[in-house]
């Protein structure tokens, strides 16, 4: 037998509290699982997708093709090319006002082969390891760079893709020797570009940064990124989806983000919200949507409300929104389009009728992740729900409402976007004001003000969900803005500074500590908790790990928007460019750093879905990381980086209108036995190894 040694006796008494912090909480499923984004008991698969079959028979090389066939070019059913030949920097490009204007003579014939110059620069062969074009790294000159890249894409069909393309200063994309698109500055844009059968050429211009600054020593400038998918009608092939359910999405604006709340399983059930205020029950077995409650002002009216004259005219939208559920309710496949938008119109008229019995309670506010972009919360007996309108409610799982009330305070700027928790017998949510609403009741606990109600930018406002914890027997929980509050009465214990404004990471728990990842600098701090709590409330210790990303690209902001995972002694982040930064906890040292290839689509006014804000994931023994487009890749955890697999889901929003585009993905997994659980904006899938 070993002889322990003083690094263990150290540990006895982390080891204690990290018992009492972690198994001492109730019991919950709510965001994140339990917070952590740890499902250590599934087994999930790490494969599986739904490609169009157009997709499918795209191929790709840099060089010029030698014959009409395919050759032994590399087949492309990610949509990405990852070989491209690039210039630069092009002494006519640096002056360019415009994207659109030839630089070079009769730049759209551009054919280069490897070795060509171009002024005074010659072609370079590249390969990518992600949708990532980050033609300035290559060349070895970060900066303001003016360049061009080319590549050939076969397609064995034809016809019209569709393509999403970031790019972060002013570029010009020519197709076939056509110019396709061109803006003078930054921008992300999806495009319906038609390929010929066979060979074609794609040439892209990159200016240096007009009007768009990259901050003085960033990387990755000029930067694009090209993913190609199919276009409607489509044939797909899918790959291990056991079903997937269509839920009804409001569609308001290009850039609005809704359908983005995490989806919770309770015994045999799935639960998620939908907008604008509906709790969906499905069956788990079979995606079939068992039940649908709606939670809007006319639902949460109190007696006294309904004696207003004004309520009368909201009784007959309420009808006719309850005959468009049953429509939902039929299985009869997506409600159709005209359904739907007549569903979006009745639900404003009904908040417009009762915005006339009270002006200022039933009043929403601007939410960019939606009215209904939350995770519901469950003790395993019922199912809770929190609203961006303040609409509030407990049911039963077959669906019988035990209670529901609307406290309303206004939103600030990008809106609320956190969930609720449950924690000390209280369901507890931020919107200003911290509330705890008794969760057997529904009557509120304790309210405490946190941020002023007017302004945009209030200080210490947060977007992120509290993190319960407990420390021998006291519940507490802390906040997106690094506060902490004590859960039995809501007193807030102590505050950090650090902060600022608008974190939008939530705070999670793991080996006995609180970790918060803050964007004004990239940094997370690490709270140790004490071993008990006293007055005033002090952490056994507190770190400072600085992220730093500056060496890649990026295009809107470098933030990290998903909070950590952590396993076995190593922090797993993603920024909302897709880089993974792998940090040693024990050693205080980034161990690896990449941009992962998550095919992520980003344009300033995405609202929720600008960039990546999906947490990682644990399950079994890999780590999962969703991009906000579909893609997903897999990994084994450790201090190497090593793929298992790259999955990809094509699907269609907003078919047939002016923005449509990539289904996107903001929601966090949920993992379940052999399940996982993923949701697109209009669509959630259950995928199950076959």
Same mark, same amino acid.
């Given at each position: ?7 263990? /006796? ?13 198994? *001492? ?17 599934? #087994?999930?698969? =790490? ?32 949509? $990405? ?30 054919? @280069? ?9 010659? /072609?370079?062969?590249?390969?990518? #390891? ?50 396709? &698109? ?60 056991? /079903? ?7 569609? =308001? ?6 359908? $983005?709340?995490?989806?919770? $399983? ?13 709790? &969906? ?5 079979? %995606? !079939? ?66 915005? !006339? ?8 506010? %601007? ?17 809770? +729900? /929190? ?50 609403? #008794? ?40 906040? %997106? ?42 940094? +997370?701090?690490?709270? =140790? ?8 409330? !002090?952490?056994?210790?507190? !770190? ?5 990303? *500056? ?12 909070? @950590? ?15 993974? *930064? ?32 999906? *947490? ?16 997903? +890749?897999?990994?084994? @955890? ?18 047939? =209108? ?7 993905? +903001?929601?966090?997994?949920?993992? #379940? ?18």
């Amino acid at each position: 037998m070993h002889k322990p040694t003083r690094a263990y /006796w150290r540990a006895i008494p982390l080891l204690l509290l990290y018992a009492s912090s972690a198994f *001492s909480a109730e019991s919950t499923i709510g965001w994140r699982n339990d917070g952590s984004g740890k499902f250590p008991t599934a #087994d999930p698969p =790490t494969t599986w997708g739904r490609v169009s079959k157009a997709v499918k028979g795209l191929r790709y090389q840099a060089d010029k093709p030698k014959d009409a066939g395919p050759g032994d070019s590399k087949a492309m059913a990610g949509g $990405v090319a990852l070989e491209w030949l690039v210039t630069g920097p092009v002494p006519q490009l640096e002056s360019a006002k415009t994207a659109k204007d030839d630089t070079v003579p009769d730049e759209a014939a551009l054919d @280069p082969a490897e070795g060509d110059k171009l002024s005074a620069t010659a /072609w370079k062969k590249i390969a990518l #390891d992600s949708a990532c074009l980050d033609i300035a790294s290559y060349l070895g000159k970060p900066g303001a760079v003016a360049a061009f890249a080319c590549t050939h894409i076969y397609s064995d069909t034809g016809g019209n893709f569709r393509l999403q393309f970031t790019h972060n200063n002013g570029a010009r994309l020519m197709v076939n020797g056509k110019e396709a &698109y061109q803006q003078a500055q930054a921008s992300g844009v999806r495009l319906k570009i038609a390929l010929a059968k066979g060979w074609n050429r794609i040439l892209v211009k990159v200016l240096p940064p007009g009007s768009w600054k990259i901050p003085a020593g960033q990387g990755g400038s000029p930067m694009a990124n090209l993913v190609f998918y199919g276009a409607p009608p489509c044939e797909y092939e899918t790959t291990n989806i056991a /079903w997937s359910t269509a839920i009804p999405n409001t569609y =308001t604006y290009f850039g609005s983000a809704s359908g $983005v709340g995490q989806p919770i $399983v309770v015994k045999d059930r799935v639960f998620l919200l939908g907008e604008v205020h509906d709790l &969906y029950c499905l069956n788990k077995a079979d %995606g !079939k949507i068992l039940w649908i409650r709606p939670n809007g002002y006319f639902e949460a009216a109190t007696d006294e409300d309904k004696k207003n004259p004004a309520f009368k005219e909201a009784e007959p939208i309420a009808a006719k929104l309850e005959a468009l559920r049953a429509v939902i309710l039929s299985g009869a496949g997506p409600i159709p389009r005209a359904k739907l938008d007549e569903k979006i119109k009745l639900e404003g008229e009904l908040y417009g009728a009762m915005a !006339k019995v009270d002006s200022k309670r039933f009043k929403r506010s %601007g939410v960019d992740v939606g009215n209904a972009g939350y995770a519901p919360v469950s003790d395993g007996r019922n199912v809770y +729900v /929190w609203f961006a309108s303040g609409v509030t409610a407990c049911y039963d799982l077959d669906g019988k409402c035990v209670w529901m009330r609307c406290e309303n305070v206004p939103s600030f700027e990008h809106g609320y976007s956190s969930s609720p928790v449950l924690v000390d017998g209280k369901l507890i949510v931020y919107m200003r004001d911290l509330i705890a609403f #008794d969760a057997k009741t529904g009557d509120v606990a304790w309210r405490t003000p946190l941020t002023k109600h007017e302004g945009a930018n209030p200080e210490g406002y947060f977007h992120g969900t509290p993190q319960p914890v407990n420390i021998g027997g006291t519940a507490l929980l802390m906040l %997106g803005n690094g506060t902490v509050v004590r859960a039995s009465d809501g007193k807030v214990l102590s505050t950090d500074p650090r902060t600022g404004k608008q974190v939008i990471c939530s705070p999670i728990f793991d080996r006995g500590a609180l970790f918060l990842t803050t964007i004004w600098p990239s940094q +997370v701090l690490e709270y =140790t908790l004490p071993a008990a709590v006293s007055d005033p409330f !002090k952490f056994a210790s507190q !770190k400072t790990r600085p992220i730093p990303t *500056s060496q890649f690209p990026f295009f809107y902001l470098d933030w990290h928007m998903s909070s @950590p995972l952590i396993h076995d002694g190593l922090m797993y982040l993603l920024n909302n460019s897709g880089v993974l *930064s792998v940090y040693d906890l024990e050693k205080d040292a980034l161990v690896y750093q990449r941009m992962l290839d998550l095919d992520h689509f980003q344009a300033h006014n995405e609202s929720a879905a600008r960039g990546i804000g999906v *947490s990682p994931a644990l399950a079994g023994n890999h780590l999962y990381f969703f991009g906000n487009s579909g893609a997903c +890749v897999v990994l084994e @955890p450790g201090r190497q980086y090593k793929e298992v697999a790259k999955n990809r889901i094509e699907a269609v929003a907003e078919e047939g =209108t002016w923005g449509e585009r990539q289904e996107r993905s +903001v929601a966090n997994p949920f993992f #379940d036995g052999k399940r996982l659980y993923f949701r697109g904006e209009s669509t959630l899938y259950a995928i199950e190894k076959k």
